[in-house]
């Protein structure tokens, strides 16, 4: 990987976006949610999204095979399914509860608010319930995206450092099933470590 603006993008974007999920609400209660932070949170990600599926992308820059041609579709197939993700689980949802909470009258807007949460594939989940067809196809595509993006530098001579960093980067969301503390920040933390580590060995 080159270095200059190109790795300071490639290592600061999922950086920042590990930092940004450490203050994303867990919600335990949607009823309950701080929906300031929810709010900017999601609106956020929107951005962050797509611009940490472009830094897993560039991780491989340059290099051929299989690996790193599987590590470029991983990430964008990751990109598009958690913006969808994203708007629909969290930035709508957080809409209507900012409307519940402005009426007064809350628990009248339980069923609309429910009907978008535990969507089997726009939705975050419900109890009782298969994980949601967006949120499990992005996860799965990160997955083969950072180990991909691992195998291509693991063949390209890099060290077991950055290796291993997308290994756990990969397996963050299956392991932890929330892009909120820990599975996010570790999961995109670990790609900008990465990155960086990439970026310091290689040769000018």
């Keep these: 990987m080159n270095r ?3 790795a300071a993008f490639v290592a600061g974007v999922p950086l920042a976006l590990a930092v940004l999920e450490i203050f994303h609400p867990h919600p335990h209660d949607l009823f309950h949610l701080d929906l300031t932070a929810w709010m900017a949170v999601h609106y956020l990600q ?22 790193a041609g599987a590590c470029r579709v991983g990430a964008f197939v990751f990109g598009v399914t958690w913006v969808a993700f994203d708007t629909a689980a969290g930035v709508t949802t957080g809409i209507l509860l900012q409307a519940a909470q402005a009426s007064g009258t809350p628990e ?79 999961a995109f933390g670990a790609l900008g470590l990465a990155a960086a580590w990439d970026s310091r060995t290689a040769p000018a």
């Design 108 to 186: 009248a807007w339980r069923a609309p608010v429910m009907a978008v949460w535990a969507h089997p594939i726009v939705g975050s989940g419900a109890p009782d319930a298969a994980p949601p067809l967006l949120a499990v196809t992005g996860s799965l595509a990160w997955t083969v995206g950072c180990v991909a993006a691992a195998v291509a530098l693991r063949r390209g001579g890099s060290s077991w450092i950055p290796v291993v960093l997308l290994v756990i980067s990969g397996a963050s969301f299956f392991v932890f099933r929330t892009h909120a503390w820990p599975g996010g920040p570790i």
């Design 4 to 6: 200059g603006p190109e």
């Design 46 to 67: 929107i951005i962050f999204f797509p611009l940490v599926a472009v830094a897993l992308a560039l991780v491989v820059r340059g290099r051929r095979g299989f690996a």
